[in-house]
């Protein structure tokens, strides 16, 4: 069983970065795949960034436009979301999320484990 807490949230203005975490207890294995997911108010949880946990293998939503960078520390068992250029439509709770399959299917759905989440506020 895998258990994920964000942390990294905050209140920012446009133009910002802030760089998220997700510490993962339990194991990570090679065969997982992680994910940050997001969802603002009257919003469905959209996926944002996932990376293999093995191989290191990266895929982003369209989105993001290279202004996000999604990482890990596999000794540490931490996820991470590098986020710059920040927007105000980017305002919402940021979700971790981890499954016991590699696998660049988006769906939030096919994810297994879930964290709380963290706010990411951003001002005009």
């Known amino acids: 069983h895998v258990q994920l807490v964000e942390s990294g949230g905050g209140l920012v203005q446009a133009g910002d970065s802030l760089r998220l975490a997700c510490a993962a207890s339990?194991?990570?294995?090679?065969?997982?795949?992680a994910a940050w997911f997001r969802q603002a108010p009257g919003n469905e949880r959209e996926f944002v960034a996932g990376?293999?946990?093995?191989?290191?293998?990266?895929f982003y939503a369209n989105f993001v436009k290279d202004r996000f960078t999604i990482s890990k520390v596999n000794a540490k068992n931490t996820l991470y979301l590098q986020m710059n250029s920040l927007k105000p439509e980017d305002t919402a709770v940021y979700y971790c999320?981890?499954?016991?399959?590699?696998?660049?299917?988006?769906?939030?759905?096919?994810?297994?484990?879930w964290g709380r989440g963290t706010q990411v506020t951003v001002s005009s």
């Open positions: 339990g194991r990570i294995l090679g065969s997982y795949t």
């Open positions: 999320a981890a499954k016991a399959i590699i696998s660049s299917n988006t769906e939030a759905a096919t994810y297994d484990y």
């Open positions: 990376i293999t946990w093995n191989a290191g293998t990266t």
